[in-house]
């Protein structure tokens, strides 16, 4: 699906394709809850099959589902391959949703240094990704090397979202100015320890 030309083809009733001349496609599904194709098939020993792709979109996010649905026997199999597709789609439509894993300007944290008070850390931007009944993610925090005086505002580090299906880089930011300690601050940190 990721060939514009396959994609075209597959996405039409018919089609006139060298040597072969018109072939029409028997996926009366085509159109019906964003079905864009892909093929169908039907065998006395493997009954009716279809391998299809929905256009689906969340909020404003466009989601792309895949599936196969293999082996439905019965008096119509590759009709009933069909009208089966459409109840898996729609199972898949009720079971993703978009979610905002994390929102800009919320805070995560505290940075503390010995001369200040704690000052809050927040993300840098907002993340919304798909997801599903059983997915999980991981989650890191990588730091950037700390140089003093940091300025509101300064990215310091990055928290690492990840799974198997894709790996996203959040910015975190400070939320105050860290000025260089003094003298005698330093020397007030040096006698706590």
Not at 50 to 65: M, R
């Amino acid at each position: 699906m990721q060939i514009r030309e396959f994609r075209y083809l597959v996405s039409k009733p018919q089609a006139t394709l060298p040597v072969a001349g018109t072939v029409y496609n028997v996926d009366c599904d085509l159109g019906k809850d964003g079905i864009i194709g892909i093929k169908t098939g039907s065998m006395p020993q493997s009954g009716g099959d279809f391998v299809f792709a929905s256009n689906q979109y969340l909020k404003w996010k466009h989601i792309l589902i895949l599936g196969a649905l293999l082996g439905e026997y019965g008096e119509r199999p590759l009709m009933d391959a069909l009208k089966s597709t459409i109840k898996i789609i729609n199972q898949v439509k009720n079971n993703i949703h978009l979610s905002q894993l994390f929102k800009k300007d919320q805070k995560i944290g505290y940075v503390k240094f010995e001369w200040l008070k704690p000052i809050p850390l927040i993300t840098g931007s907002s993340f919304y990704t798909i997801t599903w009944p059983g997915i999980n993610y991981n989650i890191k925090f990588e730091k950037n090397p700390i140089m003093l005086p940091i300025k509101k505002g300064s990215i310091i580090g990055y928290i690492d979202v990840y799974n198997k299906f894709f790996t996203k880089k959040i910015p975190v930011r400070i939320a105050g100015m860290v000025k260089k300690p003094t003298l005698i601050e330093r020397l007030k940190s040096i006698l706590r320890i």
